[in-house]
Nanobody, 123 residues
């Protein structure tokens, strides 16, 4: 059974940093892309970043480029989202997900999802 478990969310002031983690289990993810999405109240789920488990190629949404970094630790089967220079508009529930597509940016391209973790950025 595939499980993706997020952690690391919380409340932070604008300009601060948080690191989200996503622990993956239940299968070998070497051929997968792992992604982060976010969803604010009343808004659609929005792509944030994605990374190939093998090779480490990455792709970011313009809104987070230069502020967020996606990475993975193969030995721990965990991937991360380092978020710096946070803004109030980054406030959302953040989800991790897994996909067999190269570097997908659409939620429907992802096969597995975590339960989400809340990130709140105060002004």
């Amino acid at each position: 059974q595939v499980q993706l478990i997020e952690s690391g969310g919380g409340l932070v002031q604008a300009g601060g940093s948080l690191r989200l983690s996503c622990a993956a289990s239940g299968r070998t993810f070497s051929r997968y892309a792992m992604g982060w999405f976010r969803q604010a109240p009343g808004k659609e789920r929005e792509f944030v970043a994605t990374i190939r488990w093998t090779g480490g190629s990455t792709y970011y949404a313009d809104s987070v480029k230069g502020r967020f970094t996606i990475s993975r630790d193969n030995a721990l089967n965990t991937f991360y989202l380092q978020m710096n220079s946070l803004k109030p508009e980054d406030t959302a529930v953040y989800y991790c997900a897994a996909s067999m597509i190269w570097l997908p940016t659409t939620p429907s391209d992802y096969n597995y999802w975590g339960q989400g973790t809340q990130v709140t950025v105060s002004s």
